[in-house]
């Protein structure tokens, strides 16, 4: 099994800010097989970047993804208000599919 | 609109059974894989299997192996999971997800349904 790692557990940072999450996999991934979701209270996750960079159907262009091997990366440019929330990343290029524990990106 | 709806809020005992549905709209059901993933109270998000719709073949995680089940109606363009032998930790949000950017089983989750809270108490 694929062990994912987010890191930091927790991001605090302002509305206008750049975040930067990082995913470190305990073995290397398919660069095609890599997603990150995000998940607010009380929602089902929402899909943002699938194969490492795509961004899905109706994303910002704010939200970046990135990387290869056993790191990957999103980054979010400028915080706007309604991105406080917990992101995921998820490889699916072997079973089970994994996903990381989350960063939870909360308002300082 | 394409989206996924899940049945309601289920309560049962330690050692019942509990059958959560997934009726797909907007789209054909088989055209697209779909996956089962749940989320305990308050942790991160944990995949259970996939179903291809199209034969009804089936995936599951090692970790639910021999207790879970899933299986689909084309006719009426719904899934279905089934968990038995439940335990408490058993208690979480089950959602079902629609395959999608990938290759053939391979896929991420572009459609969620709204889940189905599942809880296992005495």
């Known amino acids: 099994e694929i062990v994912l790692t987010q890191s930091p557990g927790t991001l605090s940072l302002s509305p206008g800010e750049r975040a930067t999450l990082s995913c470190r996999a305990s073995?290397?991934?398919?660069?095609?097989?890599l997603a990150w979701f995000q998940q607010k209270p009380g929602q089902a996750p929402r899909l943002l970047i699938y194969?490492?960079?795509n961004r899905a159907t109706g994303i910002p262009d704010r939200f970046t993804g990135s990387g290869s091997g056993t790191d990957f990366t999103l980054t979010i440019s400028r915080l706007e208000p309604e991105d406080f929330a917990v992101y995921y990343c998820?490889?699916?290029?072997?079973?089970?599919?994994?996903f990381g524990q989350g960063t939870q990106v909360e308002i300082k | 609109q394409v989206q996924l709806v899940q049945s309601g809020a289920e309560v049962k005992k330690p050692g019942a059974s509990v059958k959560v549905s997934c009726k797909a709209s907007?789209?054909?059901?088989?055209?697209?894989?779909l996956h089962w993933v749940r989320q305990a109270p308050g942790q991160g998000l944990e995949w259970m299997g996939i179903?291809?719709?199209?034969?009804?073949?089936?995936t599951y995680s090692q970790k639910f192996q021999g207790r879970v089940s899933m299986t689909r109606d084309t006719s009426t363009s719904t899934a279905y999971m089934e968990l038995s032998s439940l335990r408490f930790e058993d208690t979480a949000v089950y959602y079902c997800?629609?395959?999608?950017?990938?290759?053939?089983?391979?896929?991420?989750?572009?459609?969620w349904g709204q889940g189905t809270m599942v809880t296992v108490s005495s």
């Open positions: 997800a629609r395959g999608h950017y990938g290759s053939g089983s391979l896929t991420t989750f572009d459609i």
């Open positions: 907007g789209y054909t059901l088989s055209s697209y894989y």
């Open positions: 179903i291809n719709p199209s034969n009804g073949g089936t």
């Open positions: 073995q290397s991934v398919t660069s095609d097989y």
């Open positions: 194969g490492t960079s």
């Open positions: 998820q490889q699916f290029g072997t079973s089970p599919r994994t």
